[in-house]
T-cell receptor, first 114, second 115 residues
């Protein structure tokens, strides 16, 4: 069974440009999470989908970030316009329906804004 | 709010040395505690977990005990290998009563093991 996959693995963009990150969760997983690690700091929660609905988006830094989950399958995270401080590694994770189940993480997308 | 503090790295050890990576937490309710590991070029993997006080999580020779009295979840291994070189993250999951599971992570500790 395929794990959580993220695209692209690396992205280098200029300040002011737009970037879209994609996450394909494990098939059948209702819960999908986005996290971000800025260099040298902790991994921070961004938001949580249950199927196609945003359950918790308390970690989204500002309105330049837009997350969607089409049909409750894959998810995208768009940053528009990108700023230098958006650089970091963006992780996606998914877990099965229900409380307390294990979250499986993707390899992450390394975003560099120059 | 919830927070996790873990020791600064990198931790540099020789093969077969004893490893301890300290982790303490601040949380309301009764969180579950985790150690995740990120090997070079890979994603985060769950290493071990403990869901209540005094539980011991263990996997691949690593152990950690959930100590509520000291709010700690220190990671230990008796004899490290070069292949254990990775970044280790301590994390907590908010109380089950909150409804859904989101994780609060520490900053990560890089472990470098030399032959």
């Amino acid at each position: 069974e395929a794990g959580v996959t993220q695209f692209p693995s690396h992205s280098v963009i200029e300040k002011g440009q737009t970037v879209t990150l994609r996450c394909d969760p494990i098939s059948g997983h209702d819960n999908l999470y986005w996290y971000r690690r800025v260099m040298g700091k902790e991994i921070k929660f961004l938001l949580h989908f249950v199927k196609e609905s945003k359950q918790d988006e308390s970690g989204m830094p500002n309105n330049r970030f837009l997350a969607e989950r089409t049909g409750g399958t894959y998810s995208t995270l768009k940053v528009q316009p990108a700023e230098l401080e958006d650089s970091g590694v963006y992780f996606c994770a998914s877990s099965q329906k229900g409380r307390g189940t294990e979250a499986f993480f993707g390899q992450g997308t390394r975003l560099t804004v120059v | 709010g919830n927070s996790v503090t873990q020791m600064e790295g990198p931790v540099t050890l020789s093969e077969e040395a004893f490893l301890t990576i300290n982790c303490t937490y601040t949380a309301t309710g009764y969180p579950s505690l985790f150690w995740y590991v990120q090997y070079p070029g890979e994603g985060l993997q769950l290493l071990l977990k403990a869901t209540k006080a005094d539980d011991k999580g263990s996997n691949k020779g690593f152990e950690a005990t959930y100590r509520k009295e000291t709010t700690s979840f220190h990671l230990e291994k008796g004899s490290v290998q070069v292949s254990d070189s990775a970044v280790y993250f301590c994390a907590l999951r908010r109380s089950e009563n909150s409804g859904y599971s989101t994780l609060t992570f520490g900053k990560g500790t890089m472990l470098l093991v030399s032959p």
